[in-house]
């Protein structure tokens, strides 16, 4: 079931995707695009992986290990990262956590057979 476009919402309203274990994604989704802050508990790792939409993302708070591609960087608040479709990636949070904030262009239609959290304020703002 796709989520409905929507013109106004808020984070606290939205039902987060369980990503991974200790990985939350608070999404508000166009038709073209999808807006996610995404949180992630102390040294919680994502698995590599890829999907055709494009991702584009920055982090607001804590660190990130980040491997695109092949190549890993150290990401701090306001590093930015440009991931193409299709292109491998994986990454770790650091020890304090991470908040990131990611678009995806087309939104994700996998995230959609994901389990869903309860509503609830994001750690950020």
Not at 30 to 47: C, H, K, M, S, T
Not at 89 to 94: E, K, L
Request: glycine content about 8%.
């Amino acid at each position: 079931m796709q989520q409905k476009s929507q013109t106004y919402d808020s984070f606290e309203a939205v039902r987060p995707h369980k990503i991974w274990p200790g990985v939350l994604a608070h999404e508000i989704r166009g038709q073209r695009v999808a807006f996610a802050l995404i949180e992630l508990d102390p040294n919680a790792p994502v698995a590599e992986h890829s999907h055709p939409e494009e991702q584009i993302g920055f982090i607001v708070r804590g660190s990130f290990k980040f491997t695109i591609g092949g190549e890993t960087r150290e990401l701090q608040p306001g590093d930015t990262y440009v991931i193409p479709g299709g292109v491998p990636h994986s990454a770790v949070s650091g020890p304090e956590g991470t908040v990131a904030i990611d678009v995806f262009s087309p939104p994700r239609a996998d995230w959609d057979r994901l389990e869903r959290a309860e509503p609830r304020k994001p750690s950020w703002p």
